[in-house]
């Protein structure tokens, strides 16, 4: 493979003057490419990104100042979907991307791979980005396994602890509910929910979706559907897109309740209006609708649609590591009823294989030794 240098060689015949400014700029992406991103970045929601300097990163926003025209642009916490540090390790990069898409396990195996030497001469920033991504995938990896609990909330609480006015504030708080409910501590979990509606409005909506959510893991679905049903109605601007998703994901909360209700019909319509509303492009919430699909299909006793539901999470919407492996478990049962064990083996392979701490693998499991 050429080199960038090679494939950028300078003609004899052009000016020397051009011949020194194509130099020059090869010098720069060259260096780009060795050093990694030269500005800071905040990726929102809606796909877009902001590049500059980050000057203040605050619990409710963060303030960054454009390269060029130095104007600074403060951008609401409920609108970013990530946030990039132009100085942090391209490892810290990837175990950051690795979290966001569900992927814990990964990401902690990734930060093993940076270098002492990139830390003893990082920002106090990165330092502090480092302990969250750490943080967050111990704790997410807790939460989703139900080992090492303890150990996930201690990294929590000491990355808060230390970093009381991060702008990972709020991830932090629902991680930490999250951890807690996994743990049975549900009035605690509430507690710590609670930080989230101090926020912007989307995050008012996701208080009140997580609250929803402990009475759902408590078996009390009449009292879980009232509390999904008052998350969606949360007073929000219509034109606030941010809320908007959120209410569409507690709808969906309030599919699973009807659908453990005996009302799997309604719980169908509405999530079909959900599946409508969302935007093509949000991969994770197609996944999750298509998932509590199939969940409230088979409520209905109508499993051939689940089965297509499932199917659709397992072959268009496989993004999201929670929803795929709950697509898997139902496939494998699905497939074994439908009397086409082989395709059920397979579904049960790719569960156990990729999802392999999945609860999904031991509720397979016992329902296969019962």
């Not at 951890?179 to 989307?202: I, R």
Request: aromatic share 4%.
């Amino acid at each position: 493979m050429r080199s960038p240098l090679n494939i950028c060689r300078v003609p004899s015949r052009l000016p020397t003057i051009m011949g020194r400014v194509l130099l020059a700029a090869v010098a720069v992406l060259t260096s780009a490419a060795a050093f990694g991103q030269s500005s800071d970045r905040i990726r929102l929601l809606d796909r877009t990104e902001i590049s500059g300097e980050i000057v203040v990163a605050a619990p409710n926003e963060i303030e960054i100042k454009d390269q060029r025209s130095e104007e600074v642009k403060k951008v609401p916490i409920d609108r970013i979907r990530e946030v990039a540090l132009a100085d942090e390790p391209d490892s810290l990069r990837n175990a950051r991307g690795m979290l966001l898409r569900g992927d814990a396990a990964s990401a902690l195996q990734e930060l093993t791979k940076v270098q002492d030497a990139d830390l003893q001469a990082a920002s106090d920033r990165v330092l502090a980005e480092m302990q969250f991504v750490k943080a967050a995938a111990l704790a997410r990896q807790a939460t989703l396994t139900g080992n090492g609990l303890a150990e996930g909330e201690k990294a929590l609480r000491d990355f808060v602890s230390k970093n009381p006015k991060t702008h990972h504030f709020y991830r932090s708080a629902e991680m930490l509910g999250d951890l807690l409910a996994k743990a049975q501590k549900f009035p605690d979990a509430a507690t710590v929910y609670s930080a989230l509606e101090k926020g912007p409005p989307a995050l008012k909506v996701r208080a009140a979706s997580a609250k929803a959510g402990l009475n759902f893991a408590q078996g009390k679905f009449a009292e879980a559907l009232k509390d999904f049903e008052n998350a969606t109605k949360v007073q929000t601007d219509p034109k606030d897109s941010a809320s908007e998703q959120q209410k569409l994901e507690a709808s969906l909360g309030t599919a699973r309740c009807l659908a453990r209700l005996d009302k799997g019909a309604d719980a169908v319509g509405l999530i079909q209006q959900v599946v409508k509303g969302a935007d093509p492009e949000e991969r994770d919430m197609l996944a999750k609708a298509y998932t509590v699909l199939g969940d409230a299909y088979r409520a209905s006793g109508k499993e051939q649609d689940a089965l297509i539901a499932f199917l659709t999470v397992d072959l268009v919407y496989n993004t999201q590591p929670e929803s795929h492996a709950e697509a898997l478990f139902n496939l494998a049962q699905l497939w074994d009823k439908a009397q086409n064990p082989e395709r059920a083996r397979q579904a049960k392979q790719m569960l156990e294989t990729t999802y392999p701490d999945s609860p999904w693998v031991k509720k397979l499991g016992g329902a296969a030794a019962s």
